[in-house]
């Protein structure tokens, strides 16, 4: 929806997902969207790079999160928002749903 503002839908998916799960890392996102992991590494690099996520290293682990000082972040969770009202119910259930509660160890993120 937004990927041409963005230049990558890839970009898009994963700002949608941190941003309704308040936090991500690389394999999660690529598992969950069937991307590999490379470009989804290099994405969560650049969107850090650039001041719109933080990381923070969990055993050996960066877990990736909104940047609560980026000086557009009411603007862009707006703009995020917007676009979840107008993604389908199904895209929403299937990739946007945040976790109550944490995965059991060795359970498959979904099928």
Avoid: C, H
């Amino acid at each position: 929806m937004i990927e041409s503002l963005l230049g990558s839908k890839t970009k898009e998916k994963i700002l949608l997902y941190i941003y309704t799960n308040k936090e991500g890392y690389a394999r999660e996102i690529s598992d969950l969207f069937e991307y590999t992991l490379d470009p989804v590494q290099k994405q969560l690099n650049k969107l850090e790079e650039n001041g719109v996520l933080i990381s923070r290293r969990r055993g050996r682990t960066n877990s990736f999160s909104m940047n609560p000082r980026y000086p557009f972040k009411k603007e862009l969770e707006a703009l995020l928002e917007k676009v979840l009202y107008f993604t389908s119910k199904t895209e929403k259930e299937k990739y946007y749903n945040p976790r109550l509660r944490p995965r059991r160890r060795g359970k498959p993120l979904w099928k």
